[in-house]
């Protein structure tokens, strides 16, 4: 992932509607009901932080991080604005060791969440498994991730042109089965799965560390 693209967008990105605020209003409810005011939990790929002060008041504490600095000093300016005391942003890689605890339930988050990031990183299996070595064990990885193999006839080509004018990052083609193949693989047993329609599927997992 290039995070001097996400630095050159982020002020953009800040300002957009979200594209699907049904979808979003769904998915966040479910996880939010997943979550408890004892947990530590840490968001991977937090972008400018919206998901994440929305998710605030259902834990003890949030950390969410991103590659991006300008994302990071967006969410920075909205948590100040939202007086949020539980919140901490941090600019950091998800492979970063700074961003790995040992919690009051033993080593590793309570819950780790990673929300339409996978298709955009280099290897999307070896962050799920990233993601699952953050968790303590008995822990939750959350995500939900663009699957974009279904449409990739068209949407693909024109990423591409997207990408050479400097208007897309490197983006995965990954379908479903794929997502929750790399769940399972990272030893991580899927609780709970949906899909959401439109011109792009989402895939939605809550997963457990076993």
Known sequence: MTASFWDGVARKYASAK???????????ARVAARLSVRDE????????GTTALRLAAN??????????????????EKLIAGGHDNVTFVRADPF???LEQEGENGAG??????????????DPSAMVNRLAGLARPGGLVITKTACLKYRSLYLLPIVGLMRLLGKAPPVRSLSISEVDEMM???????LEHRTFGGVVRSRFLIARKG
């Open 18 to 28: 979200i594209g699907n605020p049904q979808a979003y209003e769904s998915w966040l």
């Open 41 to 48: 939990v840490l968001e991977v790929g937090c972008g400018t």
């Open 59 to 76: 834990v003890k504490h949030m950390t969410a991080s991103d590659y991006s600095s300008e994302m990071i000093a967006i969410a920075k």
């Open 96 to 98: 970063d060791p700074a």
């Open 109 to 122: 988050y309570d819950v780790v969440m990673g929300f339409n990031f996978l298709h955009l990183v280099d």
């Open 184 to 190: 399972l693989d990272a030893g991580l047993n899927i």
